[in-house]
């Protein structure tokens, strides 16, 4: 099992910028394929982006596709999410998830494992 703890979350004006961190504990980090979801209140949790094992091939959601960049550094047991032009809503709780079995594409990701969670709130 691996453990994962989110960090890097606040409040951040519309157009600005912020960087969430997720290390991982327990288990060889590069076995995993990453990702991050995010939910909203009141609606569901959605994917936002994930990243291989290797860090070769990253998919994202439409709704952030070009603002917002998935990568990991397995020497830190680290993936990080780096957001860039941000809007309201993007408010949500982002988690930070870790799967398991590699996909054909990591965008189907199925996490094994989930984060606590941590608060991003744009504001406009």
């Known amino acids: 099992q691996v453990q994962l703890v989110e960090s890097g ?3 951040v004006q519309a157009g600005g910028s912020l960087r969430l961190s997720c290390a991982a504990s327990g288990r060889t980090f590069s076995a995993y394929v990453m990702g991050w979801f995010r939910q909203a209140p009141g609606k ?5 982006a994930a990243i291989s094992r290797t860090g070769s091939s990253t998919d994202y959601a439409q709704s952030v596709e070009g603002r917002f960049t998935i990568s990991r550094d397995n020497a830190k047991s680290t993936v990080y999410l780096q957001m860039n032009s ?5 408010t949500a709780v982002y988690y930070c998830a870790a799967d398991e079995t ?7 990701l199925r996490p094994d494992y989930w984060g606590q969670g ?3 709130t744009v504001s406009s």
């Open 118 to 120: 941590t608060q991003v």
């Open 86 to 90: 941000l809007k309201p809503e993007d």
């Open 102 to 108: 590699p996909r054909l594409r990591v965008g189907i």
């Open 9 to 11: 979350g606040g409040l």
């Open 44 to 48: 569901e949790r959605e994917f936002v």
